[in-house]
């Protein structure tokens, strides 16, 4: 019923930037939580970022004043900006949502996108 894909992955130089986005496509008409997450290999997926419908904004301490998170609800779409990455920032960003209300105003639970890659290495 609902996907969530995600964009703008890519391979970049210690100190450079870049922009994620991901879409959730269905028959959505609003969606309280939406964040990213990353998992580096042989780790566990770790919390990145997350926003909601209401003022919470919360950002991992290894992230804070370097990546910023946004969303434009009219189009169901979160985006990560990442300023002045660093090696350890290289790993799979996964898109995450939570609390979709369907236009039928049913709920549902927690959604994952299918994550892109994101590499930071000269």
């Known amino acids: 019923q609902v996907q969530l894909v995600e964009s703008g992955g890519g391979l970049v130089q210690p100190g450079g930037s870049l922009r994620l986005s991901c879409a959730a496509s269905?028959?959505?008409?609003?969606?309280?939580?939406l964040g990213w997450y990353r998992q580096a290999p042989g780790k566990q997926r770790d919390l990145v970022a997350r926003?909601?419908?209401?003022?919470?904004?919360v950002y991992a301490d290894s992230v804070k004043g370097r990546f910023t998170i946004s969303r434009d609800n009219a189009k169901n779409t979160v985006y990560l900006q990442m300023n002045s990455l660093k090696p350890k920032d290289t790993a799979v960003y996964y898109c995450?949502?939570?609390?979709?209300?369907?236009?039928?105003?049913?709920?549902?639970?927690?959604?994952w996108g299918q994550g892109t890659q994101v590499t930071v290495s000269s």
């Open positions: 995450y949502a939570d609390g979709i209300t369907l236009t039928t105003r049913a709920i549902l639970g927690a959604h």
């Open positions: 269905g028959s959505i008409h609003s969606i309280y939580t």
């Open positions: 926003t909601t419908s209401g003022p919470g904004t």
